[in-house]
Nanobody, 123 residues
């Protein structure tokens, strides 16, 4: 299986930027999709963005035009390319725990999950 570890969360003022990273270790036998989800206190988990094995991307309407998902295409180990989420023009409502996930991703979830990294946006 895959192990995922997020980093890059923190506190920022509204309008600012953060870049989340997700490192990948472990093994899987095929190319796979990866995604970001988030969960704010007292709210259900929300899908943010997906990047597919062919590098196609999709975004939730709430983040479209502000967030950019990518993978490190130049990474030496093509089966374990890190995942990134560039978050610009952050809003207070983006405050949440952000989770990296991988393989078989839909808007409902993926097979493997990281532990999460906290993003807090203040006004």
């Amino acid at each position: 299986g895959l192990q995922l570890v997020e980093s890059g969360g923190g506190s920022v003022q509204a309008g600012g930027s953060l870049r989340l990273s997700c490192t990948v270790s472990g093994y899987t036998h095929s190319a796979y999709s990866m995604a970001w989800f988030r969960q704010a206190p007292g709210k259900e988990r929300e899908w943010v963005s997906t990047i597919y094995a062919n590098d196609a991307t999709t975004y939730a309407d709430s983040v479209k035009g502000r967030f950019t998902v990518s993978r490190d295409s130049g990474f030496r180990d093509s089966a374990r390319k890190p995942l990134y989420l560039q978050m610009d023009s952050l809003k207070v409502e983006d405050t949440a725990m952000y989770y990296c996930a991988a393989q078989g991703c839909t808007s409902d979830g993926c097979k493997y999950w990281g532990q999460g990294t906290q993003v807090t946006v203040s006004s």
